[in-house]
């Protein structure tokens, strides 16, 4: 009754994104620019929240971020990805400082963005949820790699949600979400029982699938960052590890 029939099992991934996108330097692969632009749209609060922390007002930060991943788009800076490194992370950071370095300067003596197109960003939501980050006193590659593990987090709560809402059960998933990042001994399965209608022995069953679930969609979203062959368990712990930060 509860169960929530994934399209695909936790150990089942397909090449990742960012291995077709590295993939595409020396195949001209048609789905690479595709996946490309997907992960732009994924990953760019992160990059926004970086150039925020290096010292840019919110108005600056905003265009640096468009037109870093507007040249990401269009030229070939994909060309100097590591493909032995293999994290989509390590990949920006290295193309934004080099991009704020160098690009910006020349970007900035001509009018911003006026021969690329632009990727859809949420500027306004960036900048609050920016200023809403307790995370100040990190260091800038400290903050780009904690903001970089909850949007894989966000991404994983999304996929999620869209499954449950795809079985038509959207408000269960509603009910179970908080049990999420909850201590097992504050789950109270009984007040969740009541709440779907269903007793407390099948309401913790549905809080097992769905935390077994979100784990195994984090990891899938994790793998998607990294190229075939990287060690995903050693990228679990990094992200870990930067969660933790403060």
């Not at 300067?105 to 920016?130: C, N, V, W």
């Amino acid at each position: 009754m509860m169960e929530v029939t994934p399209s695909r099992g936790p150990h089942e991934f397909p090449h990742t994104r960012w291995s077709v996108v590295l993939a595409a330097r020396q195949n001209a692969l048609p789905q690479s620019a595709a996946a490309l632009e997907a992960i732009c749209q994924a990953y760019w609060y992160p990059v926004y929240a970086y150039i925020r922390h290096c010292g840019h007002s919110p108005h600056d930060a905003q265009d640096l971020a468009q037109e870093f991943f507007a040249r990401l788009l269009e030229k070939r800076w994909l060309d100097s990805a590591d493909r032995e490194k293999g994290k989509l992370r390590t990949f920006l950071i290295v193309a934004v400082n080099r991009f704020m370095a160098n690009e910006w300067r020349k970007a900035s003596a001509q009018k911003r963005g006026a021969h690329l197109a632009h990727l859809p960003m949420d500027t306004a939501f960036a900048e609050s949820r920016y200023a809403a980050d307790t995370s100040a006193g990190l260091p800038a590659e400290g903050l780009f790699e904690q903001q970089w593990a909850l949007t894989l987090i966000d991404l994983t709560v999304r996929r999620l949600r869209a499954e449950f809402e795809g079985a038509g059960k959207a408000r269960d998933f509603e009910v179970l979400k908080p049990c999420l990042m909850a201590d097992h001994g504050s789950i109270s399965y009984s007040s969740i029982g009541a709440e779907l209608g269903v007793s407390e022995g099948t309401a913790k069953v549905a809080v097992h699938r769905l935390r077994k679930r979100f784990r195994a969609i984090y990891r899938e979203e994790i793998a998607q960052t990294l190229s075939e062959g990287a060690d995903l368990d050693e990228e679990l712990r990094h992200l870990a590890r930067a969660l933790a930060r403060e």
